[in-house]
């Protein structure tokens, strides 16, 4: 697969982008930057059509939309980690985000009008401690909820049929995290907390850090329910950040595409975070089946990650695409689940006035065959998928 560089718009970096019709949506790393709406009906033209900012406190990097609705993520700013966060003491942890709430800090989801996409307009909220990742349809968002309570994220499932009156529908947590309820963690630290889950069917697929990833039931909206999980940190070294199922069979197999992270909470400076390709076809035994890795046998370097990050979220092919940091954009052929294979690969320039490029999301857009990038510390490019 061979990779077009089209544009690229000189933003500063983002955590996610995502795209609907003519629009994508870059949810920011850092504030003040929160979301940036761009009209990209001309791909080689790109141009902001809005902006929304937050607060010194907030830390706002995911999006997506669903018609004239746009929801993003809040959480507390938190620095970036340096070194495993296993032996933070939990009331630091706790303490922290406490105080940040008695500041004025209010975390959760944040619901908004889009109808014109120069001026974004908030219309609903579902508050907690803080949201970090989130999956979402035009009824729920599947978010990573940090609650009264609880050590870390866990799963909150919110109702957004009527988007200015959100509501909670569902909940479900490792068990050891409701410290609230007298449970009592195996693990130091923030270190086993949900992350990301998807939605595909009556299953949430969720990511839980160096909890490794679950399975979910939710057939019962109200009471998900555990069918199965797979941790493999230790002995591998980097968090699991996203467990993506494929929607078709492949050699006769169910399988999911997981990435674990590079990132500063590790375990051990390497190996780098790679991709995982794991059978489910008995999804109540999950079994990692191989793995494709970018030959990098450097150390962990802070300055400059190079690792897994995040598949396309939505396979609709053998074909899979993932960022790589500093590695860019990847192409990986899966079409032999005991063998994936790269077969394309696009590195952007770094941003401007940077060192390193730093790609951190991806979105497909199949039918206009497109790809955004966004880099983590400045820029997004648009590609044109050939082949």
Sequence with gaps: MKFRHLARLDIPGGGQVFAQGDFAYVGHLRPPHGTTLINCADPLNPRVTATVEVPANVHSHKVRVHGDVMIVNRELNRPEPTGPQDKVPVEVILNQTLDAEKAGFSGGIRLYDIADKARPREIGAYRSLGTHRFDSDPRYAYISSEEHGFLGDI???????????????????????????????????RRSRCHHPLRRGDRLYTSYWHGGFVILGIEDISRPRFISGLDWSPPYPCPTHTAAPVPFEIMGR????????????????????????????????P?????????????????????????????????????WFAGGLRAVDISDIYRPTEVGRFIPEPGAGEAHVQTNDLYVDRARGLVYLIDRF??????????
């Design 254 to 285: 169910k399988v999911l595409v997981c990435t674990d992270e590079e990132v500063a909470d590790r375990l051990a400076p390497a190996p780098n975070a790679f991709m995982w390709i794991v059978d489910v076809t008995d999804e109540a035994h």
């Design 378 to 387: 400045r820029g997004l490019d648009i590609l044109e998928m050939e082949g």
């Design 287 to 323: 079994v990692p089946i191989s793995a494709f890795r970018v030959e990098n046998d450097k150390p962990f370097d802070p300055k400059c990650w190079f690792g897994a990050h995040q598949p396309q979220e939505v396979i609709d092919s053998t074909t899979v695409l993932s960022v």
């Design 155 to 189: 799963v909150v499932i919110v109702d957004i049929a009527d988007p200015e009156n959100p509501v909670e529908a569902g909940r479900w947590w490792m068990p050891g995290q409701w410290l609230a309820g007298g449970e009592v963690p195996n693990w130091g630290g």
